[in-house]
DNA sequence: TAGTAATTATGATTAATATCATATTAACAA
DNA sequence: TTGTTAATATGATATTAATCATAATTACTA
């Protein structure tokens, strides 16, 4: 890990309006000197479960996964996080250490905020309390409706589920490179590293993908929805 | 539902420390003004998955469960909540409507406030704002920690979480009335009815739980605990 | 660039769980 | 109280997924 020397301040940032738009000039210099920009490389560890929480983190850049690790050492993802998501603030405002940890799947540039700063502006700022409120919400509404979709399904579906993730939702089209070995989709999908391997096998095998390498073409959209909802 | 006669306010409220003991004299007024309490009866719907959201939902008295239904009719259970829990905080800063349905697994006192009141608060109080932020925080992580939980156990270990969770976080002593259905059950640790059954007629046999009706003792339960870890 | 480790791949077998079937008991309403 | 429905219960069978085994390929590193 090694700290930005990007001259980007919030106010410039393309993702400002995602919150820190309701702050004023002087709560923009509050901001830019309490931050710090970090970027780490594909697999780096960027925080593990029990450090301490000392900042609010945002994704600026890249791509994350947010994980734990159980009693017998497996791990369970429990999300995919893109630029513009609110890494930390599950746990900031409960928690004094994380109850998870987060590692980089390709290089990622994450701003760091220091925790008193952004409390103070919560509780100084209605507007941007709200807004706080809201963007926390948002993400944990998120990860609690995936674990529902995942519940519901058998392996099929699930696998099916992840691929439409990633097409739709992390990369907006039918063609993308794996992010994620078959052992992490399966850690994601609560399954075996065989049967997500297998799965995808028969899909290819079906024609509704094509696997070169770690890029992965979706051939037949509509049959893929149909198997997410379905198997 | 019946609106509750209670002359009860928010000042007195038992669980004014859990959120609004950050408020002034005024602001209780303002609280107290736009609250209405209501009551449910075991099995009542009180919120549906797609009503809008006008009120903040807070816990009074009773036990209810948070449930979204898949697209086969098959219900998911998310959470059970007691008294002082924030049933409607995940949703309520993010969403219009609601993303999931709460019903009243016992008789059931419900505070509603006003949301408007309630974000006005947000807004203009700071230490309330954090208070929020701190126990929305802590009702999502609690969901989430749950399905980590349940996830990368099998049936044996599920059931025993349960049990575990209704003797310690519910009921707090070894011997209860099970609130839930052997297919509610199943519905909180994505498992058949039958399976659930079966895996409690085993315990029974092994020494671990009694069964009478609806009341079941933990009988040993430092095996149990074991059960919730390996199994 | 050779060697090592991790990843992808596939088959065979075992274990876990779902499904189907059928009683029994408990709860509830007419 | 009786009829009806829901809940509990248990066995047999089918399905699904995990485990074990082994190999090929890719990625990484010395």
Chains 1, 2 share one sequence.
């Not at 760091?112 to 941007?128: R, Y």
């Amino acid at each position: 890990m090694k700290t930005s020397n990007d001259i980007i301040n919030c106010r410039s940032c393309i993702y400002r309006n995602l919150l820190y738009d309701k702050l004023n000039d002087k709560e923009y210099g509050q901001v830019n000197s309490a931050r710090t920009e970090y970027i780490y490389q594909r697999g780096e560890l960027i925080k593990q479960e029990g450090d301490k929480i000392k900042s609010f983190l945002y994704l600026r850049v890249g791509l994350v996964k947010l994980f734990k690790t159980d009693h017998f050492g497996k791990d369970h993802i429990l999300s995919i996080n893109k630029p513009g998501d609110f890494i930390s603030l599950l746990s900031i405002f409960s928690n004094s250490t994380y109850k998870y940890s987060i590692s980089a799947l390709e290089e990622t540039h994450v701003c760091e905020v220091a925790l008193p700063v952004l409390k103070n502006l919560v509780a100084s700022n209605g507007a941007f309390a709200l807004k706080v409120l809201n963007r926390m919400s948002h993400i944990s509404d998120t990860i609690i409706e995936n674990s529902f979709r995942i519940n519901q399904k058998q392996v099929k579906g699930r696998i099916a589920h992840i691929l439409l993730f990633l097409a739709d939702k992390i990369y907006h089209g039918h063609t993308f490179r794996m992010p994620i070995t078959r052992r992490e989709v399966g850690e994601l999908i609560s399954m075996t590293t065989e049967n997500t391997i297998r799965t995808l096998s028969e899909f290819k095998k079906d024609g509704i993908i094509s696997m070169d390498g770690k890029t992965i073409s979706i051939l037949d959209y509509g049959r893929l929805v149909k198997v997410s909802k379905s198997g």
